[in-house]
């Protein structure tokens, strides 16, 4: 409850592609997982900054240990952390998947960093994370591209 506008949470690798591949039945649009690639340019942008919104790290900007709540957030409490593209909450908040495998087999990379992160080298949209695929956890969602 009172949950709604928070990003999801606790999902495999495999729950998001089985709820993408839900969304474009219902919808009849593709959508899907971003490649890493795809991830960290919408989150960058096109000028290779190390954060969404430039290049130098503002707590005040995301969803991090630095500033609290250590939680969650509804989606877009961070406008001035958007990226050049508008993309929001892609710096903390939760990691998110991706569709690139991980060297090694069984993991796939997520990227953004959390909530629970500090002084957010980790949030940084270039900084790359593995992750079992099978693993459900407070700090992994996803979010997806529409073809």
């Known amino acids: 409850p009172g949950r709604a506008d928070h990003p999801v949470v606790l999902v495999a690798h495999t729950d998001a592609i089985a709820y993408a591949a839900w969304l474009s039945a219902r919808t009849g649009a593709t959508w899907r997982l971003p490649d890493e690639t795809e991830w960290e340019k919408a989150a960058r942008g096109s000028d290779g900054r190390l954060f969404p919104w430039g290049d130098r790290f503002d707590a005040k900007r995301l969803n991090s240990h630095d ?4 939680d969650t957030v509804a989606v877009g409490q961070f406008p001035a952390g958007a990226s050049p593209y508008g993309v929001l909450d892609a710096a903390g908040q939760v990691f998110e998947w991706t569709a690139t495998p991980a060297p090694g ?5 997520v990227k953004g ?13 270039a900084a790359r994370h593995r992750r079992a695929a099978d693993i459900k956890h407070i700090l992994i969602g996803f979010r997806l591209v529409q073809e």
């Open 67 to 70: 500033a609290g709540p250590f």
């Open 105 to 109: 087999g069984g993991r796939y990379l």
């Open 113 to 125: 960093g959390s909530w629970d992160d500090r002084g957010c080298g980790v949030c940084r949209p």
